[in-house]
């Protein structure tokens, strides 16, 4: 495994990361604790620290699987997780962005991951509204000086116009950090949200970086998921269109004997701005393929450790 800084606060985490939203039950899969376990061993065997998670991946549990995963070793982890919704069923998220609303999800968090502080508290794909409430960011502050939280991290809106009003203010509101969609194949943060991440030191999680299993390349035209699988969601003409563009990535870029995924990932962290991508893994297997993009991950990077 390799690491990088992460932020301001020059924080040693692994270029992979392991995203959890699986855990919760939405991608058609029911974990249990063992399975969870297992992947969690897994991390630990190949040097990842950093695992993110959200309040509402599953009402919770995502949340509580991770917690136990680690309790017996929390300070090895860089803990990240989220605020501003509740999950009322499959896909579908209540908003709760007061400050009121989100000290309750902290202490909530907290329990769930039996820990005393999280590393990385994120602002979970608000909108501008919730975002300009002096309110919220003021009672975070004072969760900071207590101690229960260490970073505060703003997880951008995949709707662009959002994500790039919001990027040159996340200093501005005492954040570390920026979670964004980021791949080979959604590649439009590299125009405002990295300059503004550069420009003020921010430490950057890219999110869905295989584009949602695609960049595997075991998807082709015509594919379809599973009841229960999101991907379904995405419709038909957006499903083929990201296959077909699959197809020519790795008949084009992609070198002969190369693991597609394993250059995808290296790809996104190629980027100077980069200093973990955060693929989830239903498997053991998934995992370690994941982490052993580590190796082509560039020695040379401005935010390597030495």
């Known amino acids: 495994m390799k690491y990088r800084n ?12 392991l995203g959890t939203w699986q855990f919760g039950g939405e991608w058609g899969q029911i974990y249990t604790q063992s ?10 065997e190949t040097g990842i620290n950093l695992l993110d998670t959200a309040e509402c991946y599953g009402d919770g549990v995502s949340e509580r699987l991770v917690g136990k995963a680690i309790v017996t070793d929390r300070d090895r982890w860089f803990l990240a997780t989220k605020f501003g919704h509740h999950y009322k069923g499959e896909f579908q998220r209540d908003q709760l962005w007061s400050a009121g609303d989100v000290q309750k999800q902290l202490e909530k968090s907290l329990k769930n991951l039996k820990t005393d502080y999280i590393d990385l508290y994120q602002f979970h794909s608000g909108g501008n509204e919730a975002f300009e409430n002096e309110e919220l960011w003021t009672m975070l ?29 996340v200093a501005g509101v005492g954040a570390e950090a920026v979670q964004v969609v980021y791949s080979r194949l959604v590649s439009s943060a590299e125009e405002i949200v990295f300059p503004a991440c550069i420009k003020d030191g921010l430490g950057v999680l890219a999110r869905v970086p295989l584009a949602s299993g ?20 995405l419709g038909r003409e957006k ?25 995808a990932l290296a790809w996104c962290l190629k980027h100077e701005a980069v200093t973990c991508v955060i693929p989830g893994a239903r498997n053991i297997d998934q995992l370690r393929a994941n982490a052993s993009a580590a190796e082509m991950a560039e020695d040379s990077h401005p935010l390597a450790i030495g």
Do not use: H
């Not at 399975?35 to 630990?44: K, L, S």
């Not at 695609?214 to 969601?233: A, C, H, I, M, Q």
């Open 141 to 169: 502050s004072k969760q900071l000086d207590e101690g229960k939280i260490r970073q505060i991290g703003v997880s951008l809106t995949s709707n662009a116009e959002t994500r790039d009003s919001q990027a040159p203010r």
């Open 239 to 263: 499903l083929d269109s990201m296959a077909e563009e699959a197809a020519r990535i790795k008949e084009s870029e992609v070198p002969a004997g190369t693991s597609m995924a394993a250059w």
């Open 35 to 44: 399975e969870v376990n297992g992947i969690v061993d897994a991390c630990r």
């Open 6 to 17: 992460f932020s301001r606060k020059n924080i040693r985490v692994s270029v992979i990361g």
């Open 214 to 233: 695609f960049l595997t390349g075991k998807y082709s035209p015509g594919v379809t998921f599973p009841e229960g699988d999101y991907r379904g969601n």
